[in-house]
């Protein structure tokens, strides 16, 4: 992992950060914490700039096809604090499809996020009301 961001300056942390996540030899355990790291500097708005260059929203949104939960949670997490990064709704609806309730909640709200705050629009902002009603009221 990189050094402590004391030690570093912001960009180049962060910058460390995606490319250790993106390095096929980092273990998968390491990959979770990195990408945690990420969303908790997802956070703070004003690393959303940063992060966006540095192609972090892309990094969240390819996690969640993977078969991972914990990974999942955590770049929905990230999703959540960038806000404004669209992510397709058909890659949102395949988490309300798992079993994990952690990963369901999380991705209900990125949907309902993005349909209040406009990230999505035209069919797919149908489509994601649709999704919405769908949902039981008592949860899953």
Same mark, same amino acid.
């Given at each position: 992992?990189?050094?402590h961001?004391?030690?570093? @300056?912001?960009?180049?942390?962060? %910058? ?6 993106s390095?096929?030899k980092? $273990?998968?355990? #390491?990959?979770?914490q990195? +990408? ?5 500097? /997802?956070? !703070? /708005? &004003?690393? #959303?700039? +940063?992060?966006?260059?540095l192609?972090?929203?892309? &990094?969240?949104? /390819?996690? +969640?096809?993977? %078969?991972?939960?914990?990974? =999942?949670?955590?770049?929905? !997490?990230?999703? &959540?604090?960038? #806000? !404004?990064? $669209?992510? @397709? =709704? ?7 499809r *798992?079993?994990? $309730?952690d990963v ?5 709200? +990125?949907?309902?996020?993005? =349909?209040?705050w406009?990230v999505i629009?035209? *069919? %797919?902002?149908?489509?994601? *009301?649709?999704l919405l009603?769908? =949902?039981p /009221?008592?949860?899953?």
């Open positions: 992992m990189p050094p961001p004391r030690d570093t @300056p912001r960009p180049a942390y962060l %910058s460390q950060l995606v490319a250790e996540y390095s096929s980092t $273990p998968a355990a #390491h990959r979770r990195i +990408l945690a790291n990420l969303a908790n500097f /997802a956070y !703070d /708005a &004003i690393n #959303h700039p +940063l992060l966006a260059q192609g972090a929203g892309s &990094i969240f949104a /390819a996690a +969640l096809s993977g %078969s991972d939960d914990e990974l =999942v949670v955590i770049a929905l !997490d990230g999703l &959540i604090n960038l #806000h !404004d990064h $669209p992510v @397709p =709704v058909e890659d949102i609806a395949g988490c309300l *798992r079993r994990d $309730p369901v909640v999380r991705a209900l709200a +990125l949907l309902y996020q993005h =349909v209040e406009g629009s035209g *069919r %797919s902002h149908m489509r994601s *009301r649709v009603s769908q =949902v /009221a008592g949860g899953r």
